[in-house]
């Protein structure tokens, strides 16, 4: 199984730029879809967005649309989220997680993921 570790996480001003990654031991990151997850104080888990094994899929949702990015590097066991002009509504703890499979579209439902981080806190200042 792999084991996944975000870091990046911290406090910013908002519309700061923040960029997390989500770092894979245990077995090669190349055949897992990876996907962002976020919970705020108060609210359910939510999904943030996903990319497929190769990175040739992506999802994201509404809310981060033309702001964050996800992108993957299998090569060094890593995938990136960018996360530009960031809101304090974006202020949660954020985790990745990894679903084991080389699927062509990537999954928005969290509990499709088999593999989770401790979660990074991202905290926006107003």
């Known amino acids: 199984q792999v084991h996944v570790v975000e870091s990046g996480g911290g406090l910013v001003q908002a519309g700061g730029s923040l960029r997390l990654s989500c770092a894979a031991s245990g077995r090669t990151f190349s055949g897992y879809a990876v996907g962002w997850f976020r919970q705020a104080p108060g609210k359910e888990r939510e999904f943030v967005t996903a990319?497929?094994?190769?990175?040739?899929?992506?999802a994201y949702a509404d809310s981060v649309k033309g702001r964050f990015t996800i992108a993957r590097d299998n090569a060094k066991n890593l995938v990136y989220l960018q996360m530009n002009s960031l809101k304090p509504e974006d202020t949660a703890v954020y985790y990745c997680?990894?679903?084991?499979?080389?699927?062509?579209?990537?999954?928005?439902?969290?509990?499709?993921?088999?593999?989770w981080g401790q979660g990074t806190q991202v905290t926006v200042s107003s």
């Open positions: 990319i497929n094994w190769s990175g040739g899929r992506l």
């Open positions: 997680a990894a679903r084991y499979g080389r699927f062509a579209v990537t999954s928005t439902t969290a509990t499709d993921y088999d593999y």
